[in-house]
């Protein structure tokens, strides 16, 4: 009989939370838990880290549709109109927070904050990116979440 299960294979190589309908929570279906959460549930960063994370997550994100439907509207082929008409390649709330936390945060702590919250890279290819061991990745990775949510 088919089922949305997942297999226990792919249960190996993830960390899956289970449907969970009740009073707490309404998810009816399976879920990959994030990099973040994981990192939440285990105590390793608190609530404000998190929230910190999630929020740079979605500033990138929404920076990177503003640009696409910046260049999106761009006509190059029109010389007199219908051209870019002003300073639209990110949404100024995004723009600013992201460039104001860019100027605080170490280059190592962007690239390990990206790693983890927009790409939900495992802590063994950060480790490989940043020329480290997993343990030391992860511990960074939690010191990078921290300078994020100081600076958020």
Request: with cysteine.
């Amino acid at each position: 009989m088919p089922t949305n299960r997942p297999s226990a294979a792919y249960r190996a190589h993830y960390d899956v939370a289970e449907p969970q309908v009740d009073g707490r929570a309404y998810r009816p279906g399976w879920r990959v838990r994030t990099r973040l959460e994981n990192l939440l549930r285990t105590r390793a960063i608190g609530p404000r880290e998190f929230r910190a994370g999630c929020e740079f997550r979605a500033a990138v994100q929404g920076a990177f549709r503003e640009q696409r439907r910046a260049a999106a509207s761009y006509d190059a082929g029109t010389p007199t109109g219908g051209g870019f008409s002003g300073p639209r390649l990110g949404r100024l709330d995004y723009q600013e927070r992201l460039q104001r936390v860019g100027a605080v945060l170490t280059q190592r702590d962007s690239r390990l904050c990206v790693a983890c919250a927009v790409e939900d890279l495992p802590f063994g290819e950060i480790a490989r990116r940043e020329g480290c061991s997993e343990t030391s990745a992860r511990n960074w990775t939690v010191d990078a979440l921290g300078a994020l949510a100081d600076a958020w």
